[in-house]
């Protein structure tokens, strides 16, 4: 009975404070005890995560640049080359194997360095007595995190904020009621050995420098590689260990070596005194406190070693300066009028907001499979974008493998930019869901990777252009990192670039595609058609590859991971020519002569394969799969998120990427559920997209056995597990693509919609075209739809249902419900097509209608 009052005076308080029309909030009914528990904040250049504990508040901090190690310490002066002979010699005899054995011995650098935790802020508060009417609540739709509870008769409220125009975090501190505030603010960090706090009257900093050197190997893992003459720093040239030798060096064990930092806050207080006392800010009878905190790094840039001790101070002092004369007010109408800019552009309803949107959104993910609480869906969607907008912003660092969060010293993957996947899904929803902007640390990041990838491809190679392994930093590695065979995959830069041309695609920016898309995009196919070999059929295909991260099983039993010509190396080489071939068309640009070798050599690539099972083979032989279940797709890549397979240009091939899917089952890590929501979306089939996103609406804890496997975290961080953030970026993507689709030639408006979203509608989102849409469907099937033509130009429209068009000038209409009959897809090789699973297409509408920029259509179902 008492449990039952608290709860329904939590839900009084709840429906008091937020109201009944809010769904875009994450809200607790007590502090997080773990990290996955803590709610997220960022401006884009930090990030945070606040723990709500009345009696001593946690705010752990990061810094997007804060990164171990140093530029000049990469590992990439070695020469494929002096073993290129030999090790083709083993792939060309079938011994892949023994070949995959030398390039992890010859051809493999060492690990990439780790992007680091910078400092944790302490609020300690005198408190004493029980705390009740206890509320955590992280407003998505602000980015405002709030804390509220009492004690006795007064009640305590924390509100703290990241604002990217001010470049600082906000935490207010109140006392309504009886009772004054009295405790202490402080600083720590995990990089103690060179920790230097210090403060005077209402100010507090810390200083410290993080590794110069971080290896996220052990040194047993290092030596049964034979790696020890990669690692200077803790080996000797005979392999024997320095006494220093450990995986964490700093400071003066490093040369110097190591990114310095500084943490540092000011305090405005009304009532009371706040005195600065042995590191710590102690504060005495205030009744309202708020604390302006900033932070900076000594990084200056990707090739630059971060050596300036005094660059961090310069630094923050500049950006605590900037909001001296601005109150607590002033500083939070800034950072919601920047941040809704951004956020309120798209928003998304499914079903009636029920009764179960007022609970804690970690029990509502624990019952979402029960039903009837369709709208955490749209949360799920919305947090992403929250996420990208907080964490991605122009000036700033792209979102790595933990977005711009992390606590360890050494994080799960090294928090690195992986490139075989993770980094570009991060990404996958900017355009679509109207946030190109937060694209641009991507497009900087991509920019500088290609000037080491272009010094890589002429030593490491002896290739033009520039290329991409599956891993990098912040000091923009570009060849292949440590031990592992997936290491060496010089492919990726093909993947990168896609997203350039996908910006080009939605915003319609020529500009922007002959600055900077267009030079990128040739530097990739310069170096793909020098890296390409004839097989024995003739056919172009790559001398050695990998199908990111799976492995084979062939001759007796043996497996690897390398091979020729896989159908991922394949289809990243396919879409650069193609998307090469057709810059030149848009741009007018004249360049004959690698035209012609471009044209030739892509009439010889390998030809996409339908394999024993009917499945799109994923080699360039149909060997077996080492692992049926494998949380990586990547040779489903052309289907997405490429566009080079689709429904209606390549039926066949659609159905073997389908059995692929079927044979790889639903359950996986999170992000690569978050992969398959896409794919399934893609295939049309909405319930089982939505039947892949209740896997990853599963409640993961910590430390808890009774809550296991993949899914969401209590935060609704995506449990990989542990936490990576990828996942809620595909997710939200996934999403995007249940209700809006246009890689196919089509803006096609509702193409996988679930059964179980009876009604709803999405306001904002971006189709290819430079296009902004407005959904509203009813009993399953659309009622209406706005289209803003941004650009201009025909507007090609897909539904299922037959519309009446108004604005623009409807040139044709039609009914296709042949889609996937045979078509003529271009040349595969196919096997069996007999075992091909059926893809039921309903009829659609098709209308082409000629707009004008700036034009608004209405289409309402007949």
Not at 40 to 45: H, S, W
Not at 244 to 270: N, P, T, W
Not at 446 to 470: D, F, I
Not at 516 to 535: Q, T
Request: with cysteine.
């Amino acid at each position: 009975m008492k449990k039952t009052v608290g709860i329904i005076a939590y839900l009084l308080f709840v429906y008091n404070v937020f109201g009944q029309t809010n769904s875009n909030i994450l809200q607790y009914d007590k502090p997080a005890e773990v990290w996955t528990e803590a709610l997220p904040i960022g401006n884009g250049y930090m990030g945070g995560m606040v723990f709500g504990d009345p009696f001593k508040e946690r705010i752990q901090l990061n810094e997007s640049t804060l990164y171990s190690g140093d530029p000049n310490r990469k590992y990439e002066n070695f020469n494929i080359r002096e073993d290129y002979n030999e090790i083709m010699a083993l792939f060309d005899q079938g011994k892949y194997a023994e070949g995959q054995e030398m390039v992890q011995k010859k051809w493999l650098g060492r690990p990439q360095d780790l992007y680091q935790p910078m400092s944790d802020l302490w609020i300690e508060m005198a408190h004493t007595g029980k705390v009740s009417n206890y509320q955590r609540v992280l407003d998505i739709s602000k980015a405002v995190h709030k804390v509220s509870y009492a004690i006795g008769s007064t009640k305590y409220e924390r509100e703290v904020f990241a604002s990217y125009p001010d470049h600082i975090f906000v935490i207010k501190l109140s006392a309504n009621g009886p009772d004054k505030m009295s405790g202490a603010i402080s600083f720590s960090t995990i990089h103690e050995p060179t920790m230097d706090v210090g403060g005077s009257n209402n100010e507090l900093y810390l200083n410290a420098q993080v590794p110069g050197f971080a290896l996220r190997r052990t040194l047993e893992h290092v030596e049964n590689y034979q790696d020890e003459h990669k690692y200077p720093e803790i080996y000797n040239k005979d392999r024997s260990r320095k006494p220093i030798a450990k995986q964490i060096l700093y400071h003066d064990e490093v040369d110097g070596l190591g990114m310095y930092f500084q943490s540092r806050l000011i305090v405005d207080h009304e009532g009371g005194e706040v005195v600065y006392i042995d590191g710590k800010l102690t504060f005495t009878n205030v009744d309202e406190m708020v604390i302006k905190l900033t932070a900076a790094t000594s990084f200056t840039a990707f090739d630059e070693s971060p050596i300036s001790k005094e660059l961090p101070e310069q630094r923050v002092k500049s950006y605590l300066k900037g909001v001296l004369n601005s109150n607590y007010e002033k500083i939070k109408e800034r950072h919601i009028a920047d941040y809704t800019s951004l956020f309120d552009r798209v928003d998304l309803e499914i079903n009636k907001v029920g009764k179960r949107s007022n609970l804690p959104t970690d029990e509502r993910i624990m019952r979402y499979k029960e039903g009837g609480d369709e709208n955490l869906v749209a949360l799920f969607f919305q947090y992403g974008r929250y996420l990208m907008i907080s964490g991605s912003r122009p000036g700033g660092q792209p979102l790595n493998l933990q977005g711009i969060w992390n606590d360890k010293l050494i994080p799960p993957w090294a928090s690195a930019y992986t490139m075989n996947i993770n980094m570009e899904m991060n990404y996958w929803p900017a355009e679509v869901t109207n946030l190109s902007e937060c694209h641009e640390p991507f497009f900087t990041s991509v920019k500088e990777l290609s000037e080491n990838g272009a010094k890589v491809a002429r030593s490491m190679y002896g290739n033009s252009g520039w290329l991409a392994n599956h891993n990098m930093s912040i000091w923009r590695n570009s060849g292949p990192v440590d031990s592992c065979a997936c290491s060496f995959w010089p492919v990726a830069s093909g993947w990168l670039v896609s997203h350039f041309w996908e910006h080009y695609l939605f915003t319609g920016n020529e500009e922007f595609l002959r600055d900077e898309a267009y030079p990128l995009l040739k530097g990739a196919v310069l170096f793909y058609k020098d890296w390409l070999v004839p097989n024995q059929d003739g056919f172009l295909v790559t001398p050695v590859g990998h199908s990111p991260e799976q492995s084979f099983l062939y001759g007796d039993g043996e497996s690897s991971t390398l091979s020729p010509g896989p159908t991922m190396d394949m289809a990243l080489i396919k879409e650069s020519f193609s998307r090469y071939l057709q810059s030149l068309d848009i741009l007018g640009i004249e360049d004959a002569e690698l035209k012609n070798e471009i044209m030739e050599k892509q009439s010889r690539l390998l030809p996409y394969q339908i394999g024993k099972y009917a499945q799109l083979q994923e080699w360039q032989f149909d060997f077996e799969d080492k692992e049926i279940h494998h949380r990586h797709i990547s040779h489903l890549y052309p289907f997405h998120p490429g566009n080079q397979i689709t429904p209606t240009t390549s039926p066949e091939l659609t159905k073997a990427v389908k059995q692929v899917l079927l044979r790889r089952g639903d359950q996986a890590t999170g992000w690569s559920m978050g992969w398959k929501v896409n794919m399934w979306a893609r295939l049309y089939d909405g319930d089982k997209s939505l039947e892949i996103m209740s896997k990853l609406i599963n409640l993961v804890k910590e430390n808890d056995p009774k809550f296991k496997g993949s899914g969401s975290y209590p935060n609704m961080f995506d449990a990989h597990p542990p936490f990576q953030i990828d996942g809620n970026f595909g997710a939200t993507a996934g999403i995007a693509e249940m209700l809006l689709q246009s890689h196919d030639g089509f803006v096609h408006l509702l193409p996988a919609l679930p059964t179980k979203w009876k009604q709803g509608n999405v306001t904002g989102l971006k189709a290819r075209g430079d296009f902004q849409i407005d959904i509203t469907w009813k009993s399953n099937a659309i009622k209406e739809a706005k289209i803003v033509a941004n650009k201009g130009g025909v507007l090609p429209i897909r539904s299922s249902v037959a519309l009446d068009v108004k604005g623009g000038q409807l040139m044709r209409e039609k009914r296709s419900n042949d889609l996937m009959s045979p078509m003529n897809s271009g040349p595969f090789l196919d096997h069996k097509k007999t075992l091909l699973p059926q893809i039921e297409v309903p009829a659609f509408y098709e209308y082409f209608i000629a707009t004008e920029k700036g034009d608004v259509i209405t289409l309402i179902a007949k």
